[in-house]
């Protein structure tokens, strides 16, 4: 190893060390994993968790990383969110057991791929090194079963808004959370009334013609550049709404997140491609219990 990068390597560990995001409390999660049959994929994407947020459904995403199982996971950014951290520390035991299934996930042998978005920009400097298991990169070409080469990166490079005016992004970064807020409370709500979860702010999004527009020409602008760059297709995250859609020949693919839409997308064995909507995946099992158990 190279001098400057063993320098590199000590000051990233230096700095991970000294982070209280990284300082887990035990020696174990506070809620340690069930024994359960888990789905096996072949790749799965998740982004956009927000770790660090009260808006992330850290207790849904445990949920999902308990009941599945990858050869390979890519993690497409914002997985912490360094924004809202350094406005004001939140980091509660659950958001501690998703950061120990993802570093357990990488002790069992599954390849775990970091891609930093704009929310943890401050991991991109460590691009190239890898962390208990854990590969930190600007971005990666998956090879899918069936002979596809897919660009995976988070996506905000392609955000205009986030490119040319950081300052109107924060701006609707706190609208955003102002929003989340709202969504928190209704879904507090709905417990209580026993309905299932249920996104406020993705149906805003579907119902406000410029969310709409915004959306599509981000996910055009994506698969054109992934077209420039000779790949089949390519996945990424950062906006928010999950998607599979062809797009002048390219498979444009958008793994959603884990605040609003609780999605991740996964690749089957044969190379298949589905994105899994984790709410309903739970309304589902539980309604088959519910009949199992009245039989």
Known sequence: M???KEFAMDAARDFLADTAVFRLSGDSE???EPKRERRRYRTIWISDIHLGTKGCNADMLIDFLDSTDSETMYLVGDIIDGWRLKKRFYWPAEHNDVVWRILKRAKRGTRIVYIPGNHD???RQFTGLDFGGVEIRRKAIHDTADGKRLLVLHGDEFDA???AHRWLAHLGDMAYE????LNRWVNAVRRRLELPYWSLSKMAKHKVKN???FISHFEEVVAEQAGKRGVDGVVCGHIHTAEIREIEGIDYYNDGDWVEGCTALVEHFDGRMEILHWAEEMALRDAVA?????A
């Not at 519910?290 to 009245?294: D, F, L, N």
């Open 2 to 4: 190279q001098p400057d």
């Open 30 to 32: 506070a809620r340690p």
């Open 121 to 123: 920009e401050m991991f």
């Open 161 to 163: 808004v986030m490119l």
């Open 178 to 181: 102002l929003l989340m807020g």
């Open 211 to 213: 969310a709409v527009e």
């Open 290 to 294: 519910e009949a199992r158990a009245a």
